[in-house]
Nanobody, 119 residues
Framework: QVQLVESGGGLVQAGGSLTLSCAAS????????MGWYRQKAGKQRELVAT???????NYADSVKGRFTISRDNAKNLVYLQMDSLKPEDTAVYYC?????????????WGQGTQVTVSS
C-alpha cells in the first residue's frame, strides 16, 4: 500500500503563487504516472496535471501556462507550481499515483489540500 501526503495548500490572493508537494511512501520501478487533480465545491474531481516517470506531462487547458508539474523520482516527490492564481482555482487539490505493474494497475490518492484564492 502506498500513502500519498500533500502539503503546501493555503490562502493566497489572486495573481499570487503557491507550490504544492506530494510525498509517496514507497518508490516503484514500474511505469507510473503522478499528478494532481482538484475538486471544486459541488463539482466533480478534475485533472489538473500529470507527469509520467519518463517526464511526459499533461495539463488541463485551464491551467496551461500558469501551472507547472515536476517530479523528483529519487525522492518519490511530485510538485505543482501554481502561478497567476485565479479565484476559480479554488478547490481541494489531490495527489494521485497510478502504477502499471506486472500484477496489474494500482491507483492511490492523497487526502487532499485546500487551495483558496481570494479576489
Amino acid at each position: 500500500q502506498v500513502q500519498l501526503v500533500e502539503s503546501g495548500g493555503g490562502l493566497v490572493q489572486a495573481g499570487g503563487s503557491l507550490t504544492l508537494s506530494c510525498a509517496a511512501s514507497k518508490s516503484i520501478s514500474s511505469p507510473n504516472i503522478m499528478g494532481w487533480y482538484r475538486q471544486k465545491a459541488g463539482k466533480q474531481r478534475e485533472l489538473v496535471a500529470t507527469m509520467t516517470n519518463g517526464g511526459t506531462t499533461n495539463y488541463a487547458d485551464s491551467v496551461k501556462g500558469r501551472f507547472t508539474i515536476s517530479r523528483d523520482n529519487a525522492k518519490n516527490l511530485v510538485y505543482l507550481q501554481m502561478d497567476s492564481l485565479k479565484p476559480e482555482d479554488t478547490a481541494v487539490y489531490y495527489c494521485n499515483r497510478v502504477e502499471m505493474t506486472p500484477w496489474g494497475r494500482y491507483e492511490y490518492w492523497g487526502q487532499g489540500t485546500q487551495v483558496t484564492v481570494s479576489s
